[in-house]
């Protein structure tokens, strides 16, 4: 298609010897956007989390009316329970961080074609920095080659 496009465009323009300049590398521009998006969700992850934190602490005292300083334990914990942003990591690292911060995962580890090194994890549901509860299903899509 693009070599129809050109050749019309060569016609049009009556010049057999243009050419369309090279489009710079795709996978170049594809590595780039991910990065950015990967930092992009790592900054909206902290600020959940730290948003998720001061909720947790800042309700039960209003609440409250004590004033004590430290809320239920069985708040505190919930407060716990964010999903980690594991996109960048080796598979094995991001099933280690995501087990340590919820309790009894179930793992669904899909495979698709990308550039990042084989075994990376690309995508993850549900995103980082959500709320998740104990035993919920976690889908990691992890770089194949």
Known sequence: ???????????LLHDPEWSL????????????????QRVKAAGTAACAAAAIASA??????????TGSGAPPASQATEAQRVMPVVIGDNLRTAETIISAA??????????????EPAGTVIAQTPAGGRPIEPG??????????
């Open 102 to 115: 919820i309790p009894g995962p179930h793992f669904t580890i899909r495979y698709a074609q990308g550039t």
């Open 21 to 36: 300049p090279p489009r710079p590398d795709a996978m170049a521009r594809i590595r780039r956007t991910a990065r950015r």
């Open 56 to 65: 947790a602490v800042a309700v039960p005292l209003t609440l409250s009316g």
């Open 136 to 145: 919920s299903q976690i889908t990691l899509v992890v770089c194949s080659a």
């Open 1 to 11: 298609m693009a070599d129809n496009a050109e050749r019309r465009l060569r016609e």
